[in-house]
């Protein structure tokens, strides 16, 4: 039963009116997001230049030739009849 009341006077808090939004919170919250997007943006490149070099034969596997690489090679494909 005391730990009940203990509980409950230390889980209370501050009263509605003495919270305010701040400048600083919004401030770290736009740098958040901001690195969020520079972090995606990054990795997008970083994604980009792998495929890159991996169609290049950089890996050890045999390079893509750029006009074969659009189009289906064989005729097993299930839309020919």
Known sequence: MVTLTLLAAVTE???????????????????????????????????????????AGAYGDQPVEADSADEPTGGDSPTSV
């Open 13 to 55: 808090g501050p009263a509605p009116e003495d919270v305010k939004a701040g400048w600083v919170a919004l401030i770290i919250f736009l740098l958040l997001a901001l690195a969020v997007a520079f972090l995606g943006w990054s990795l997008t490149k970083q994604l980009r230049k792998a495929q890159a070099a991996k169609d």
